[in-house]
């Protein structure tokens, strides 16, 4: 019935997404390529939700 005061998931995914990627962009700058590839990899995953909850809809 309040189905609108529900939060949508993918918008809360799309920021996390957003904040890795630039997080990575940072460290990549810094020279921390270690941190990058990681940072990469949690984006990776993050992407890789929102794609399962687009193909569910």
Not at 8 to 27: F, I, R, S, V
Not at 33 to 48: D, P, Q, V
């Amino acid at each position: 019935m309040l189905g609108f005061l529900k939060g949508d998931p993918k918008k809360k995914l799309q920021k996390a997404y957003e904040d890795k990627l630039a997080k990575a962009l940072h460290a990549q700058r810094n020279g921390d390529l270690r941190s990058h590839g990681t940072l990469m990899e949690e984006a990776e995953k993050i992407y890789a939700e929102i794609r399962a909850l687009d193909e569910n809809r």
